[in-house]
């Protein structure tokens, strides 16, 4: 009798609490609406109840919508919210947010595609937009003014790339210091973006089936070609450099390269040619010296 009594009461709460979280859910949701009526919003997180005392955020979650996955936008709506009374307050944040998750796959695709001409395919490359306050007007500027060098406007990045060979022990250096090297400068020439650059060379083997489902923002897991071509890899242990930098376009990290041999190559602005590219040996790399 008790044990009956036990999964009736479990199976109340969690119906008690599942409506709750709905109505608040709703509540959000209905403010962003009014602020953006032309889209379709929903929570892929939360909102989740934050018990601890070292915050005064109670509620958390993170919004998404149609046209952010249309736009294959990795960002979304951040909420974090000390009571919901005053939601109200957010009005304004929720849109700027939304409105820079909307830019930032422009930004990245641009950075994506001249870093592939360079690099090949099948690379990883992450920028670090969580510190782009004004993104979207940074987006903006940079599409109009691409072709046109503007010495004192720039939009500062850091990003991250991640290149796979088939032998780290066998790649010439000087060759990637010049495509590093000349990559961050045509991108600040071309389209005033003056980005930090840290460039990961490591060894395809560690690239397993696991590791590649687990980088994949997993809003578009289900997407027909990443599960097409997620099957194969898992079948046939390769997959062509076009294929897997299909999968690799949905990343939303970098590539965990600890205790592995790795090269890493930095640059920035502060270079003023090729042969002073920074770069860092693993310890790996080291005892093969």
Same mark, same amino acid.
């Given at each position: 009798?008790? !044990?009956?009594?036990?999964? *009736?009461?479990?199976?109340?709460?969690?119906?008690?609490?599942?409506?709750?979280?709905? @109505?608040?859910?709703?509540? %959000?949701?209905? *403010?962003?609406?009014?602020? %953006?009526?032309?889209?379709?919003?929903?929570?892929?997180?939360?909102?989740?109840?934050?018990?601890?005392?070292?915050?005064?955020?109670?509620?958390?979650?993170?919004?998404?919508?149609?046209?952010?996955?249309?736009?294959?936008?990795?960002?979304?709506?951040?909420?974090?919210?000390?009571?919901?009374?005053?939601?109200?307050?957010?009005?304004?944040?929720?849109?700027?947010?939304?409105?820079?998750?909307?830019?930032?796959?422009?930004?990245?695709? #641009?950075?994506?595609?001249?870093?592939?001409?360079?690099?090949?395919?099948?690379?990883?490359?992450?920028?670090?937009?969580?510190?782009?306050?004004?993104?979207?007007?940074? %987006?903006?500027? *940079?599409?109009?003014?691409?072709?046109?060098?503007?010495?004192?406007? !720039?939009?500062?990045?850091?990003?991250?790339?991640?290149?796979?060979?088939?032998?780290?022990?066998?790649?010439?250096?000087?060759?990637?210091?010049?495509?590093?090297?000349?990559?961050?400068?045509?991108?600040?020439?071309?389209?005033?973006?003056?980005?930090? #650059?840290? @460039?990961?060379?490591?060894?395809?083997? +560690?690239?397993?089936?696991? *590791? #590649?489902?687990?980088?994949?923002?997993?809003?578009? !897991?289900?997407?027909?070609? %990443?599960?097409?071509?997620?099957?194969? +890899?898992?079948?046939?242990?390769?997959?062509?450099?076009?294929?897997?930098?299909?999968?690799?376009?949905?990343?939303?990290? +970098?590539?965990?390269?600890?205790?592995?041999?790795?090269?890493?190559?930095?640059?920035?602005?502060?270079?003023?040619?090729? !042969?002073?590219?920074?770069?860092?040996?693993?310890?790996?790399?080291?005892?093969?010296?």
């Amino acid at each position: 009798m008790k !044990k009956i009594f036990s999964v *009736v009461m479990l199976i109340f709460i969690t119906l008690l609490t599942s409506g709750f979280t709905k @109505m608040h859910n709703d509540e %959000v949701l209905e *403010v962003i609406q009014r602020q %953006v009526p032309n889209d379709k919003f929903y929570f892929i997180r939360g909102l989740e109840r934050e018990y601890g005392f070292n915050t005064n955020v109670r509620y958390r979650g993170i919004i998404y919508s149609d046209k952010l996955k249309e736009a294959k936008a990795f960002m979304g709506i951040q909420v974090a919210l000390e009571d919901l009374d005053s939601l109200y307050m957010w009005e304004d944040d929720f849109k700027d947010q939304y409105e820079n998750a909307l830019a930032s796959p422009r930004l990245t695709k #641009i950075i994506r595609e001249n870093a592939k001409k360079m690099l090949g395919e099948d690379i990883i490359v992450y920028i670090d937009l969580s510190e782009a306050m004004f993104l979207k007007e940074g %987006v903006e500027f *940079v599409e109009q003014n691409i072709g046109n060098f503007i010495p004192d406007e !720039k939009v500062g990045l850091r990003v991250s790339i991640d290149v796979f060979v088939d032998d780290i022990t066998k790649v010439n250096i000087d060759e990637y210091k010049k495509k590093v090297f000349h990559l961050q400068r045509d991108l600040y020439k071309e389209y005033n973006i003056n980005s930090d #650059i840290n @460039m990961d060379l490591q060894d395809r083997k +560690y690239l397993n089936y696991d *590791v #590649i489902k687990n980088h994949i923002f997993y809003v578009f !897991k289900d997407e027909p070609q %990443v599960k097409k071509y997620l099957k194969k +890899y898992k079948e046939e242990k390769t997959l062509l450099p076009k294929e897997m930098g299909y999968l690799m376009d949905y990343f939303t990290r +970098y590539f965990d390269s600890t205790n592995i041999p790795n090269i890493l190559f930095q640059v920035g602005d502060d270079e003023k040619n090729y !042969k002073e590219v920074n770069v860092v040996l693993s310890k790996e790399m080291k005892n093969n010296d």
